[in-house]
């Protein structure tokens, strides 16, 4: 901290003693000392450079940090300012020490001996010694003082900002910082803190922008950067935190909190991407894939299959589709209708190396070696030098013993259905590269990318090349690209779908890491926990939510993921008790009071629903959903116009397309005569509502096509 150093390493000091040597008896040497402060002040402003540095001393403006605070490593100090060059020095001293020499000549009353509370370097001491056992209490105290005594010293309020913080007192904290950036916005260390603070106090958006000058400042520092990733997560911007979270890897390769964080901005992404895939409408053929695919893990092949050909009927030339619904046929042991889908796939996608695969192991399992040998000799000749291909199909060659048994007419009419596998002669480069992909040669696809960046098609190269990186398994090359692409086209369906496979597939294998490094740790608890509540297993993530926190009783946001699981099943006593110890260990839980107000309004009780949500309005002006839930509460209080306000306040910050606030609002502006308004808000219900039941009802038309009759009906056609 920019305060006093020793004989031994400071030469402003060294000098000042010496020129002052003849008048030592006369002069104190706090006032030499203030008086090298106050020129070092004159000499280095504008030219302060501050980091953050390991260390485990605080000579001048450094200091020792403890720290118990989750993130902030325990010895975080901050760095002093360069000192004036020698010869300036000297030149400067040797004045002062003529100065004071004058000073005691004529006789005037310069305090011939300081007491012991108005000496800045006894101060300063006081300070680096009660932070270095932590007593951060009389830290405070002491840093207090030396700011009486030095009120232009702003490294001083940083340092007491710091001893607040560790203290958990984050608004006076926030206060020092502020202060000490007013002295000197370049204070890298109070910075950091001050963003650290108001992420901590739930206002995420002031704290990125004090987080991301700390990172301009200092682009190599680690722990800016990790708050700044954690910043961008409050506030929804996940590949913003993802690239933050990869820098600060770089940075730092052994932090595995980084890992942690991680893993779960990877399953945040992998949600968002979900949502952006839904939110692309009943013409979008790719939700429905996506949704097909996860009931597909989940073992469930009747939805699954209904989800899948609902997406067939919408693109019936999506590439891959048929091939999906093959797979589930498959393993259903539903033969003929999986040869069928096969074939059906192969019709649209000539090079789709595991359709060929299928086919030939399908026509072996119906007995009809003649036509899996045909197939096979087709395939092998479209993937002549496919090493992997050539494997593949070589393992689909022998006949399987117990072959079903087929009529005549059935093993005509399976031959008259079989693809012809004719090419396209003026196929482009991205269908080449697709071609290369599903032909399980994606390394071709860098040098049909680099043709198609080369003609000026460089969002399609970035595609492609993430497409090929997802199908040679390097899932963390292929989501730098896609995330760039979803920045750029949000709305793009079909790079969302690749998103979430992506970031899915990167959530897990994290998952896998950060369970190597730390085995017995809550943070691996409470990834798998995240991963069940994901999938919609509620128990098994409620039970791993009850492991981390029997290892770690106050850690943040395991009651509050608790509480939320049981809210959702309308649990609301178990929901309110597990709110009620979120904020016991963070008070500032935004969250934990939005949902809180929820409860108690389920539960009746509309006073103290409206106190947790002005609560959490005070802590985070930003919330939208504390302000639709406060609405809701003033609206079953007949107080109408609050109603309207904090519901347009929610419709601000980002809730337009919530069916049920709409309808509050409606209601609300009907209540005090705002007609126009009111109509405009129940049309937007009605809007809502009549997209949601058609997706429902296309739902119900899909799992009504794979009823048993259904099948049965396939099967004899």
């Known amino acids: 901290m920019g305060c006093y150093a020793s004989t031994a390493t400071d030469p402003a000091f060294t000098w000042a003693v010496i020129a002052c040597r003849p008048f030592q008896r006369f002069v104190d040497a706090g006032v030499a000392m203030s008086l090298v402060h106050q020129y070092r002040l004159r000499a280095t402003q504008g030219r302060s450079s501050h980091r953050l540095l390991g260390r485990t001393t605080w000579p001048t403006n450094r200091c020792s940090v403890a720290s118990d605070q989750p993130g902030i490593p325990r010895n975080e100090l901050i760095s002093r300012r360069p000192l004036p060059s020698d010869s300036d020095t000297r030149a400067w001293a040797w004045n002062c020490g003529w100065l ?45 003082s030396l700011i009486a005594l030095m009120p232009g010293m702003p490294e ?26 007013r002295q000197n916005p370049r204070l890298l260390a109070a910075k950091v803190f001050l963003g650290i603070d108001l992420y901590l106090t739930s206002r995420p958006v002031r704290a990125i922008g004090e987080l991301e000058g700390a990172r301009d400042l200092d682009p190599g520092n680690p722990l800016a950067r990790k708050w700044l990733a954690m910043s961008y997560v409050q506030t929804g911007r996940y590949t913003h935190a993802i690239r933050e979270l990869k820098d600060c890897r770089r940075l730092d ?14 399953r945040m992404l992998s949600t968002e991407a979900f949502l952006a895939v839904r939110s692309a409408g009943l013409e979008s053929p790719w939700y429905f894939l996506l949704r097909g695919q996860k009931f597909t893990r989940q073992g469930d092949s009747r939805n699954a299959l209904a989800e899948l050909r609902h997406a067939a009927r919408i693109a019936p030339d999506m590439p891959g589709i048929h091939h999906e619904i093959a797979s589930v046929l498959d393993t259903e042991g539903r033969s003929r209708e999986a040869l069928s889908a096969y074939a059906r796939e192969l019709e649209n996608s000539p090079y789709h190396l595991y359709s060929a695969v299928g086919l030939v192991r399908t026509l072996r399992i119906l007995g009809l ?28 060659s022998p006949s399987v013993a117990a072959a079903v048994r087929l009529e005549p007419r059935d093993a005509e009419r399976i031959r008259d259905s079989l693809p012809s596998f004719e090419m396209a002669s003026d196929r482009s480069w991205q269908r080449s590269a697709l071609d290369a992909i599903l032909a399980g040669q994606p390394n071709r696809v860098s040098a049909l990318a680099a043709n198609g960046e080369a003609a000026g098609d460089s969002g399609a190269a970035h ?3 993430a497409r090929a990186y997802l199908a040679m398994g390097q899932a963390d090359e292929a989501l730098d690209r896609l995330m760039r692409l979803h920045d750029q086209q949000p709305s793009n369906a ?64 395991l009651h509050l993921a608790i509480g939320t699981l049981h809210f959702g099943r309308r649990e609301y006593e178990k929901a309110l008790v597990s ?27 509309a006073i103290r629903a409206e106190d947790a949500l002005n609560r959490a309005i005070q802590i985070n002006p930003a919330s939208g959903e504390a302000h639709k839930s406060l609405g809701r509460v003033l609206f ?40 126009e308004e009111a109509a405009t808000n129940l049309e937007i219900v009605r809007r809502l509502k009549a997209a949601r039941q058609a997706i429902a009802r296309q739902r119900l038309e899909s799992s009504i096509n794979v009823s048993p009759e259904a099948s049965r009906g396939e099967d004899s056609r």
């Open 494 to 557: 079909e790079i969302a779908f690749y998103l979430q496979e992506t970031a899915e597939r990167l959530a897990l294998e994290t998952l896998e890491l950060f369970a190597s490094l730390e085995p017995g740790s809550y943070r691996t608890h409470q990834l798998r926990a995240e991963y069940y509540a994901a999938a919609e297993d509620v128990d098994r993530a409620i039970d791993e939510y009850a492991l981390a926190l029997s290892l770690a009783p106050g850690a943040t946001q």
């Open 100 to 144: 004071l020499g004058l000073v005691v000549a004529l006789g005037i009353p310069c305090g011939m001996q300081a007491q012991h509370d108005s000496d800045p370097e006894s101060v300063y001491r006081r300070a680096q010694e009660a932070m270095r056992i932590r007593d951060y209490e009389s830290a405070a105290a002491a840093w207090n």
């Open 636 to 675: 079953r209080r007949r107080d109408y116009r609050g109603s309207i306000e904090h519901l347009q306040l929610a419709l601000r910050h980002g809730m337009t397309d919530d069916e049920d606030l709409h309808y509050h609002l409606g209601r609300a502006q009907r209540m005090v005569g705002n007609l």
């Open 463 to 465: 595609y492609w090349q």
């Open 253 to 266: 390769p052994g932090d595995r909190e980084v890992v942690f964080h991680l893993g779960r901005v990877f």
């Open 156 to 181: 001083a309020r940083s340092n007491l900002g710091l001893a607040y913080h560790l203290q958990k007192k984050y608004e006076l904290a926030i206060e020092q910082f502020q202060a000490a950036l």
């Open 579 to 605: 709110f009620q110890a979120e904020l016991r260990n963070d008070p500032y839980s935004v969250a934990a009071l939005a949902i809180m107000g929820e409860v108690h309004l389920a539960l009746g009780d």
């Open 369 to 396: 070696d003649h036509e899996a040998d045909a197939a096979q000799k087709r395939a092998v000749s479209l993937h002549r030098g496919a090493a992997e291909a050539a494997s593949a199909l070589g393992a689909a």
